[in-house]
């Protein structure tokens, strides 16, 4: 008796579960700042949970000589389905980047690809991820699996690390 009423309650739990809408990652003090539904998923824009910098950076000429290398370091880790990486690098086009954005995925069939940064980028267009996620996704994938970060990687006018992989968060 008590096994049927431990069963019934695991299959009412269960189906709450199931029910529930899934909360957009909170992790590291990121909210979701824009989302797009586009003809190849989902692209969804991650921010930092404190106020937006306003502020505009200068282009300087001796950060270009000293940044821009993206030396790319592959990960076994937070692997993300290639196919999903190609198609969200390939999606970025020469509009701005949100203001303070740290990360943008893309989710489509069930899988993931983020290009996710170090540090909040100034004076970005989406273009400027481009270069150090390609070089990541073909010095990286692997089994049709990639992830992998960037060093030395410029970002508008701010030099940061960029990763590319299945999630918003974690890079550093």
């Known amino acids: 008796m008590l096994l049927k009423q431990i069963l019934a309650f695991s299959a009412f739990l269960a189906a709450i579960a199931f029910a529930s809408p899934v909360p ?7 909210i979701i700042i824009e989302q797009t539904e586009t003809e190849n998923g989902t692209i969804t824009w991650y921010g930092d949970e404190s106020t937006p910098i306003t502020a505009r950076s200068t282009p300087s000429p001796e950060l270009d000589k000293r940044c ?6 592959c990960s076994g880790s937070h692997r993300a389905y290639a196919p999903v990486c190609t198609n969200l690098i390939n999606s970025l086009s020469s ?18 690809c983020c290009i996710s940064w170090a540090n909040v980028v100034q004076d970005a267009q989406f273009y400027y991820l481009q270069s150090a996620a390609r070089k990541a996704l ?19 006018n701010t030099c940061t690390t960029q990763c590319l992989s299945n999630r918003a968060t974690g890079c550093s």
């Open 68 to 73: 821009g290398s993206n030396a790319v370091t």
């Open 24 to 30: 957009a990652p909170a992790e590291d003090g990121l």
């Open 138 to 156: 073909n010095g990286c994938v692997s089994s049709s699996y990639v992830s992998a970060l960037t060093r030395d990687t410029l970002i508008g």
């Open 95 to 112: 509009q701005a980047i949100p203001q303070s954005p740290r990360s943008v995925c893309l989710s489509q069939g069930g899988n993931q």
